[in-house]
């Protein structure tokens, strides 16, 4: 008789123990997830505040000098004048490190960092990059290639860049990020007072 009467008052026991246990979980259960809705339309106001836009990149000029090929080896020195385009209002861009190559066909042919700079908002940066190929060896048929279009007045590049940047909102510095762009099929010409056909960059975060 005695056993079962215990056994029930032990239950007993335990449920009015486990009771304001499970609606403490259920209270910090609340808790994080209202915290985790809030913390998500801050972001979501943010966002729709700050209105992130892509950055814009185009090549306005490009000019090569010294060129010479021998025994399938190149010497060049090209200059892009690179224009960078910041459409944000309420975003500027650190740009901590800054690599441009060149590129026949996908062969790379000349590399330069530019410095480091601080591009506020809304703000149009044209940089100048100056690149030397010196006696890079090319494959036959890119030699050929680009001795052919040598005689034709004009060589085609590609020019890549690669930075590091983090955007700045307020006063905010958020995190870094690489920003990769490509600006296909340059069109740079050895006649001189030839006007420059624009280059427009694809971007690729
Ligand atoms: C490139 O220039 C270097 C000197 O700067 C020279 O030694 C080399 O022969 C040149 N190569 C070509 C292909 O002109
Ligand atoms: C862009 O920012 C640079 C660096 O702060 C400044 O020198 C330049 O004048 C600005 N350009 C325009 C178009 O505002």
């Known amino acids: 008789m005695r056993r079962p009467a215990n056994t029930t008052a032990q239950q007993q026991q335990q449920q009015q123990a486990a009771r304001p246990k499970s609606s403490l979980l259920r209270l910090v259960i609340f808790a994080v997830v209202g915290l985790i809705v809030l913390l998500g339309l801050a972001v979501l106001i943010a966002w729709l505040i700050v209105k992130p836009k892509r950055l814009v990149y185009t090549i306005e000029d490009a000019s090569i000098r010294n060129f010479n090929i021998q025994n399938d080896h190149l010497n060049s020195s090209f200059r892009f004048d690179f224009r960078a385009y910041n459409p944000n209002k309420r975003m500027s861009v650190y740009y901590d490190a800054v690599e441009v190559s060149t590129a026949f066909d996908g062969q790379t042919v000349a590399f330069n960092t530019l410095p480091p700079f601080h591009q506020p908002k809304r703000n149009v940066t044209v940089l100048e ?40 909102v307020g006063v905010i510095k958020l995190r870094h990020q690489t920003v990769k762009v490509l600006c296909p099929a340059v069109p740079v010409s050895f006649r001189s007072g030839q006007t420059f056909q624009k280059t427009e960059c694809d971007l690729d975060y």
Do not use: P
């Open 129 to 168: 990059a100056r690149l030397e190929a010196r006696d890079v060896a090319l494959s036959k048929s890119l030699s050929k290639d680009v001795r052919a279009q040598r005689a034709d007045g004009e060589v085609k590049v590609n020019v890549r860049i690669r930075a590091r940047i983090r955007f700045k």
